[in-house]
Structures are given as C-alpha cells and as structure tokens.
C-alpha cells in the first residue's frame, strides 16, 4: 500500500489564506481538502444594531478586492426592504460602477493572479520581463477599471458614494467624457486580451457543471435578475434560500452551499457566460466566437478567456451607459425606515452573492446573512480537484501541485469573503 | 558605484479584507518600478514564490484576531528588519474589532452552526499590540499614494511625509465647502486623521473616521456639537465612533461615553 500526498500550505495569487491537502492511497484519489484558515471576522453578528444606511459601507469591507458587490448586494436588499426602486439613471450609474469593478478584478486576476500558471511563472512580475509589453497592458486596463471606480465612488477601495437610494453625490455627464477616452483605449486592449488567453496551452479537463447565475432579459446580468440555472432552476431571488442551503460538512467542519435538490453547483464567469451569451453586446459576442470559445463551455482553465470576454464587455457596456447617462435631478431616492425583510443577488466577478436583511421599525438590522461566491463554489472546488488528480496521476508531485494550484485559481476564489462563513480544522496524516 | 543588494520586501496578512495589500497591485504605474528597487520576497496575494527571510521591509495587513497569529506576529517581527502595520485592521484592530465591545462567545452561534470548531480570540487587536512597530500607516483602506510614499522613504532612509493633522485641513486645502457648517451634515473630519484627501465631503457627506483619529483628537466637542446644534442622538453618536478604527483609544473612549 502507498501513500502520497499533496500539500500547498499557502495558496499563493489568491484573494485572502487557505491551504490545500490531497491524499492519493493505492493510486485513487482518497480524499480533497480546501483548507480556509482566516480568522473568522463575525460580520452578520456584529451588523446586527446597525442602522441600514452603514450596511454598504461594513459590507464593503469583507472583500478589498470587490467591495462594490457587497455594496450593491446590500443596498438592492435594503431597497428590496424599504419598499424603494432605483431605476433610471441612478441604476445605469450603479451598473457602470460594477463595470468598473469587472474591469479592475478580471484584470487583476487574468494578468497577475492566472496567466503565469498557463506559462509557468511563479507570478506576473517574472513574466514581465519576458512579456513587458503585456503585462504592462494588463495593468493599464487594471487601472482604468480602477479609475470607472474611483470616478463614480470616490476611490476604488472601499468606495464612500454608494448609498441606498443612490449616491451621495452623482456626476454631470462631462465628467464622465474623459472616462470615455480611457474605455475606447481599454476596449481595444481588451480585444487583445481575449485574443491572447485564448491561445494559452489548457489542460485538457471537462466537468458536468449545473451553472447557476443571475438572469436578466434584457442585459448581461450584474445587479438584476432572476436566479438560473442549465438545470431548470429558475426562480426570484427572495426564493434563494427555498433552493440553497448551507451545509456543514463534518470532515472539514465548513460551511458550503449546495442546492437542496441536486447538490454542488457553479457561479462565476462560466456560469454567467454559459446562461447569458445571447446578452452579451454584439463586440463581445464577435470576440468569443473568434477566441474559438464554444458557446457552452466547461472547461474551468477557458475561465480565463470568458474573463478576458466578459471583461471586454464591461467596458462595452460602460461606454453604451456614459453615452446615454444625463444627469439625474437628485442623487438618491428617499429611503425611510420600515420593519421589513429584503433580499438581494448581483454578480461579483467571481460569482453571485446573496444578501438577506431584517430591519426593525426604526430601520436597525435585526438579522443578517450574506452568501458569498467562494462558499458557494466550494463543493465544486472540491471535486474539481479530485477529478483532475484522478485524471493525471502520472504527474510528477511538482508538476500536479502546480496544476492543483491553477485549478483552484481557475475559480477566482475570495477566501476573505468566504471565511466568516467557513473554518476547516483537520487532522493532516 | 557597485549597486547594493535589493531590499527584501515582505507583505503579511492576518484578519483582514485584503484591500491594503490590493493597494500595493493597485500601483499600475508604480508597481514594476517599486520590483526593481525592491526584492518582492514573499507576498502571497501576488507571487508563488518564497525568498526566505531576514526581510528589510515587511508591510503588514490585518489585525490579531486567531490564537495561531499571537505568535505569528511575533516570528514576523523577529525576520523584519522594519515592521510596517498598514490600514485600520492592523493599526486599530478593524472592523472586526467591534467584537471587543461584544462578548465572542454570543456572536459566534450567530455566525456558525458549529461553535466548537471556532478558534477566534476574544478580541481583534492592532499589531503594536503585541510587538514594536516602527511606523504605521491608517486609513480604511490606507492611500496607495502614501504607501508609495512611505516605500520611497524607507529607501531612501528617510521619514515618511504622512501628514497627522485632520480630514478638515484636507478640505480647507481642497476648496470644499464645509458639509456640516453649511449642510449640517454631521462629519468626524475635525478629529479623524488625513491621509484620504477628504473624499466623503468632497462627495457631498460626513466623514466617517476611516483613517482613524488623528493626533490629539478633541472628540468631546465634537460630540457635543453634533447633539446640541445637529440633534444627534447618543446611540447614532456610538455607532459613528465604533466602526473601522473602533479599537483606536479616543474613538474606543468617545464611544464609550454614548453607552446606555
């Protein structure tokens, strides 16, 4: 009887801690463990006495890399509460923050978090000096997601002009023209991107995913939609927790998503990509078709193409919004306490995410739950892992690890958001 | 003249959002500048790849909040030759910090179905804390600008220009109109640290205290202020101290004194 094992104590060139452990007896696969060991930060318990109105900027700070999903998350679920709809303008400049927060993440996560796996540097500054030309694009169409943030938000970090009911303050349609300057550029870049990822060399792996993502039926989904899946999942989002539960699974002692009928499932970019391409724009459609991308696709290292289309389309659709944006008379709408409970899913780039409030009648918040996309994906994550490893036990312990690594990069994992939801603690053999 | 040896750059990360390390790959423009003055010699977020230590200059995100970082912490200030805590995670605890003001015991059930899984600490505190620091840098997330800054001066063994006067002189210098003298909108930019640029009044609201307070805040006043001119209440006066920086003394205090 043998015995190896796979250990990656730190997983590097991902969002927050966690580690790794695959054990492999008499050549199977005998067990996988994502390992999530950041401290629990207790955010739905101490949100509990807030009032609504700070919910977006607490939330905020789960995750420094997309704050502009918790932030949109929580302000559609107070809205949902309070009995406000935001439509018009305020919406579109809602929409074009989270392009901004496509365009910032994707690229981030493309270029120095993902692209070295597919060529084998340990990370993005190593692959600059032989490819400085890109990596330089890649961190300028970083920079102008970062600044479509900081224009609308204030700074792209833990941006401070989102409320509920809107903005503090909202921008006259001049001050959007240099912003479009910079996108025409970046839509450019981006086209070169999708071409570029689409010619990396990708490790021959396919899954049966159930891909569930937002849904809408006039747009590629960011703050809006139904919930769907391929599956026939298809259902309002106050419905969520009727198909999704929490999990505790006692050999890691993590909490992970599953649907109550049929078990793990997939968010994310091949998710949205997979039940939306009709709704992508005309530009991002051409690209992906171009990349030779299928239009289903299941191989999760392809995620970096549909980032790269996806990413491609954010900045289509920001320029679309700033050329239709006027200006709106106030820049939000009056949201007055109610006791109430509202529910809210949008699309960060790394998946759906759900957020579910109780307020009281002065508007404090009696209960909270958020669902983020990492946990979601966690099942998933988990026998991905298995699987690949089956499939290619002939590698070196080296060469497999790295492929372990790179497959769970394929998911864009957040474990900051994650963790106050999961703690694994597991006996290592 | 013979060029020296790099510095070794380490960044660590305990209980955090990861935004303050993010700031360091925000630099687009700066970023592959600050890697040839710099050895990048174990920053996780960004690289696979470990140089291991003693390091020169080791910047350090989140607060201490699990039982396996209180000696962590004290194993990364014995391999660093500078010890950096940036944002308010680790400089005052973060917003996980409002445990503090909580007993653990009753948020953790809240949280998860497991409790007896759960290491947490009963409090989230700053890095100085628990070992020496040579300089910090606040802010909710601090300003890549003045990370930038600091880096430069670290090389250049000098002190970091990083001004400790308030958000209010930010304004003043920005041509703002004051938010609370002209709007009464409360704001905590007389006794909050600069560093942002006075951001939220710029965008037509109150500063909320992300950089944390500045030096010798007179947060008395400003309460007093803002409940006989503006008719803030003291619950909303406790809340508006206790967020990203609640641990930092002169806003634990203030707090304090709106407890009922």
Same mark, same amino acid.
């Given at each position: 009887?043998?015995?190896?094992?796979i250990?990656?104590?730190?997983?590097?060139?991902v969002? @927050?801690?966690?580690?790794?452990?695959?054990?492999?007896?008499?050549?199977a696969?005998?067990?996988?463990?994502?390992?999530?060991?950041? +401290?629990?930060r &207790?955010f739905e318990? &101490? =949100?509990?006495?807030?009032h609504?109105t700070?919910a !977006?900027?607490?939330?905020?700070?789960? %995750?420094?890399?997309?704050?502009?999903?918790?932030?949109m998350s929580?302000?559609?679920a107070?809205e949902?509460a309070?009995?406000?709809?935001?439509? @018009?303008?305020?919406?579109?400049?809602?929409?074009?923050?989270?392009?901004?927060?496509?365009?910032?993440?994707?690229?981030?996560?493309?270029f120095?978090?993902?692209? $070295?796996d597919?060529?084998?540097?340990d990370?993005?500054?190593?692959?600059?000096?032989?490819h400085?030309d890109?990596?330089?694009?890649?961190l300028?169409?970083?920079?102008?997601?970062?600044?479509?943030?900081?224009?609308?938000?204030?700074?792209e970090i833990?941006?401070?002009?989102?409320?509920v009911?809107?903005?503090y303050?909202v921008?006259?349609?001049?001050e959007l023209a240099?912003?479009?300057?910079?996108?025409?550029?970046?839509?450019?870049?981006?086209?070169?991107?999708v071409a570029w990822v689409a010619?990396?060399?990708?490790?021959?792996?396919e899954?049966?995913?159930?891909?569930?993502?937002?849904?809408? $039926?006039?747009e590629?989904p960011l703050n809006?939609?139904?919930?769907?899946?391929?599956r026939?999942l298809?259902?309002?989002?106050?419905? #969520?927790?009727?198909?999704?539960?929490?999990?505790?699974?006692?050999y890691s002692?993590?909490?992970?998503?599953a649907?109550?009928?049929?078990?793990?499932?997939?968010?994310?970019?091949?998710?949205?990509?997979n039940?939306n391409?009709?709704?992508f724009?005309?530009?991002?459609?051409?690209?992906?078709?171009?990349?030779g =991308?299928?239009?289903?696709?299941?191989?999760p290292f392809?995620?970096i193409v549909?980032?790269a289309?996806?990413?491609?389309?954010?900045?289509?659709e920001a320029?679309?919004?700033?050329?239709?944006?006027?200006?709106?008379?106030a820049?939000?709408?009056?949201a007055?306490?109610?006791? @109430?409970v @509202?529910?809210?899913?949008?699309?960060a +780039?790394r998946?759906?995410l759900?957020?579910?409030?109780?307020?009281?009648?002065?508007?404090?918040?009696?209960?909270?739950?958020i669902?983020p996309?990492?946990?979601q /994906?966690?099942?998933?994550?988990?026998?991905?892992?298995?699987?690949f490893?089956?499939?290619?036990?002939?590698?070196p312990?080296?060469?497999l *690890?790295w492929?372990c690594?790179?497959?769970?990069?394929?998911?864009? !994992? %957040?474990i900051?958001?994650?963790?106050?939801?999961?703690?694994?603690?597991?006996d290592?053999? | 003249?013979p060029?020296?040896?790099r510095p070794?750059?380490a960044?660590?990360k305990?209980?955090s959002?990861?935004g303050?390390?993010l700031?360091?790959?925000d630099c687009?423009d700066? =970023?592959?500048?600050?890697a040839?003055?710099?050895?990048?010699?174990?920053?996780?977020?960004?690289?696979r790849?470990?140089?291991?230590?003693?390091?020169d200059?080791?910047?350090?995100?989140?607060?201490?909040a699990a039982p396996?970082d209180?000696?962590?912490i004290?194993?990364?200030?014995?391999?660093?030759?500078?010890?950096?805590?940036?944002?308010?995670?680790a400089?005052?605890?973060g917003?996980?910090g409002?445990r /503090? &003001?909580?007993?653990v015991k009753?948020y953790? $059930?809240?949280?998860?179905?497991?409790?007896e899984y759960i290491?947490a600490?009963? *409090?989230s505190?700053?890095?100085?804390?628990?070992?020496p620091?040579?300089f910090?840098l606040?802010?909710?997330p601090?300003n890549?600008?003045?990370?930038v800054?600091?880096?430069?001066?670290?090389l250049?063994?000098?002190?970091?220009?990083? +001004?400790?006067?308030s958000?209010?002189?930010?304004?003043?210098?920005?041509?703002?109109?004051?938010v609370?003298?002209?709007?009464? *909108?409360? %704001? =905590?930019?007389?006794?909050?640290?600069?560093?942002?640029?006075a951001? %939220?009044p710029?965008?037509?609201?109150?500063?909320?205290?992300? #950089?944390g +307070?500045?030096?010798t805040?007179?947060?008395?006043?400003?309460?007093?202020?803002?409940?006989?001119?503006?008719g803030v *209440?003291? $619950?909303?006066l406790?809340r508006?101290?206790?967020?990203?920086?609640?641990?930092?003394?002169p &806003?634990?205090?203030?707090?304090?004194?709106h407890?009922?």
């Open positions: 009887m043998s015995t190896r094992t250990k990656v104590d730190y997983l590097a060139r969002e @927050g801690e966690g580690s790794l452990h695959i054990k492999i007896k008499d050549g696969v005998a067990g996988v463990q994502l390992a999530i060991w950041e +401290p629990p &207790f318990a &101490f =949100l509990r006495g807030r609504f700070e !977006p900027d607490i939330t905020a700070r789960i %995750c420094g890399i997309c704050p502009v999903a918790y932030q929580a302000v559609h107070m949902d309070l009995g406000v709809q935001v439509e @018009g303008p305020l919406r579109a400049l809602r929409r074009l923050i989270y392009c901004g927060e496509w365009i910032e993440s994707h690229a981030l996560h493309i120095m978090l993902h692209a $070295p597919f060529l084998g540097y990370d993005s500054l190593q692959m600059a000096k032989d400085p890109l990596v330089k694009m890649g300028q169409l970083k920079k102008v997601g970062n600044e479509l943030v900081a224009l609308i938000g204030g700074r833990h941006p401070i002009n989102v409320r009911g809107g903005f303050r921008p006259a349609k001049e240099p912003m479009a300057e910079r996108l025409r550029w970046a839509r450019d870049a981006a086209m070169k991107t010619g990396l060399p990708f490790p021959d792996y899954a049966d995913y159930e891909f569930v993502a937002l849904s809408h $039926p006039d590629y809006a939609g139904r919930l769907v899946s391929n026939g298809d259902i309002p989002v106050k419905d #969520y927790e009727d198909h999704f539960q929490e999990e505790h699974i006692v002692h993590a909490l992970q998503s649907l109550k009928a049929r078990g793990p499932y997939l968010v994310g970019p091949l998710a949205r990509y039940l391409f009709d709704r724009s005309p530009l991002a459609q051409e690209a992906a078709k171009d990349a =991308l299928a239009r289903e696709c299941r191989n392809q995620s549909v980032r289309v996806e990413t491609l389309y954010a900045v289509d320029l679309s919004l700033i050329e239709a944006y006027e200006m709106p008379d820049p939000a709408l009056q007055e306490p109610r006791a @109430g @509202g529910r809210a899913c949008t699309e +780039p998946g759906f759900y957020h579910r409030y109780r307020l009281d009648e002065e508007g404090l918040i009696r209960e909270a739950k669902v996309p990492t946990s /994906n966690q099942k998933i994550m988990e026998s991905d892992l298995g699987r490893v089956s499939g290619h036990l002939d590698l312990d080296d060469k *690890t492929q690594e790179q497959m769970i990069r394929n998911y864009d !994992p %957040c900051s958001c994650a963790t106050h939801f999961l703690k694994v603690k597991w290592r053999e | 003249m060029r020296k040896r070794k750059l960044v660590w305990f209980a959002c990861d303050c390390q700031s360091l790959l687009e700066e =970023l592959l500048a600050i040839g003055e710099l050895e990048i010699s174990y920053f996780v977020e960004a690289t790849a470990v140089v291991k230590g003693p390091y200059l080791s910047l350090v995100e989140g607060s201490i396996h209180l000696e962590r004290k194993k990364v200030r014995r391999i660093s030759k500078f010890l950096l805590p940036i944002g308010a995670c400089t005052a605890g917003i996980q409002l /503090n &003001f909580a007993d009753d953790i $059930p809240l949280v998860y179905a497991r409790p290491e600490l009963e *409090t505190t700053p890095i100085s804390a628990h070992v620091v040579d910090e606040q802010g909710c601090i890549k600008r003045q990370l800054e600091t880096v430069c001066a670290f250049q063994g000098r002190r970091p220009q990083a +001004p400790a006067h958000v209010c002189l930010e304004c003043k210098m920005r041509g703002n109109i004051c609370q003298v002209a709007q009464g *909108t409360p %704001c =905590l930019g007389p006794v909050t640290h600069a560093g942002c640029g951001l %939220c710029t965008y037509q609201r109150g500063c909320y205290g992300c #950089y +307070p500045k030096e805040p007179n947060t008395a006043s400003l309460s007093a202020w803002f409940k006989n001119r503006l *209440t003291d $619950p909303e406790l508006l101290y206790r967020t990203f920086n609640a641990g930092a003394e &806003f634990r205090q203030e707090s304090k004194a407890e009922h």
